[in-house]
């Protein structure tokens, strides 16, 4: 069974930087997708970046789109999220997302059926 941690996350000011990590407790296959969702209160959950390991090509929200990255490692069973030139509204609970098949890249977030316990980034001066 897949059991997906996070790390990371915290305070930092508009203009900063911030690296999420994402260890899969378990092997995921190689080519599984691996995401990142957001969500704030009282809205639904939100697609942020998304990949596979091997592939080149990542998968990006237009609101994020030259300003974050996505990356992983497949020995470590890691992903990423490089964050940088953070606006107050990217203020969200970040959470990592595994999608327990040999499939696309997808926005939508009941494809995915494992889930880190989100974690907490707050832009503000």
């Known amino acids: 069974q897949v059991h997906v941690v996070q790390s990371g996350g915290g305070l930092v000011q508009p203009g900063g930087s911030l690296k999420l990590s994402c260890t899969t407790s378990g092997r995921t296959g190689y080519t599984w997708p691996m995401s990142w969702f957001r969500q704030v209160p009282g809205k639904a959950r939100e697609f942020v970046a998304g990949?596979?390991?091997?592939?080149?090509?990542?998968s990006y929200a237009d609101n994020v789109k030259g300003r974050f990255t996505i990356s992983g490692d497949y020995g470590e069973s890691t992903v990423y999220l490089q964050m940088s030139v953070l606006k107050p509204e990217d203020t969200a609970v970040y959470y990592c997302?595994?999608?327990?098949?040999?499939?696309?890249?997808?926005?939508?977030?009941?494809?995915?059926?494992?889930w880190g316990q989100g974690t907490q980034v707050t832009v503000s001066s």
């Open positions: 997302a595994c999608r327990g098949a040999q499939a696309p890249v997808t926005t939508v977030a009941t494809n995915y059926q494992y």
């Open positions: 990949m596979r390991w091997g592939d080149s090509r990542a």
